[in-house]
């Protein structure tokens, strides 16, 4: 059973930054590719952004990109999300998630393709 544990939300002004840490357990973390996911008030889950399961691919939805940079650790099994320039519409509750796939060579962003999430850390842009 995989364990995901988002921290690092809250409230901040536009413009302002957050940096979003997922912790991971209970399988060999850097065999898979990580993403986040966000949900806002009466809106779908969309996709954030995803990191290969070795590191050195990443892949951004277009409002979020330049702005948000995902990283990941193997070695301590956490994935990030420094959020800069954030604004309004950046609020949401924030997911973390794990392929389903071990060593997946492209980066998805279905969230059908994720088996795993976090119960969500709350991100407040106030204007």
């Known amino acids: 059973q995989v364990q995901l544990v988002e921290s690092g939300g809250g409230l901040v002004q536009a413009g302002g930054s957050l940096r979003l840490s997922c912790a991971a357990s209970?399988?060999?973390?850097?065999?898979?590719?990580m993403g986040w996911f966000r949900q806002a008030p009466g809106k779908e889950r969309e996709f954030v952004a995803a990191?290969?399961?070795?590191?050195?691919?990443?892949y951004y939805a277009n409002i979020v990109k330049g702005r948000f940079t995902i990283s990941r650790d193997n070695a301590k099994n956490t994935v990030d999300l420094q959020m800069n320039s954030l604004k309004p519409e950046d609020t949401a509750v924030y997911y973390c998630?794990?392929?389903?796939?071990?060593?997946?060579?492209?980066?998805?962003?279905?969230?059908?393709?994720?088996?795993?999430w976090g119960p969500g850390t709350q991100v407040t842009v106030s204007s």
């Open positions: 998630a794990a392929d389903r796939a071990k060593f997946r060579t492209v980066l998805t962003t279905t969230p059908g393709t994720y088996d795993y």
């Open positions: 209970g399988r060999t973390f850097s065999s898979y590719n």
């Open positions: 990191i290969r399961w070795s590191g050195g691919s990443t």
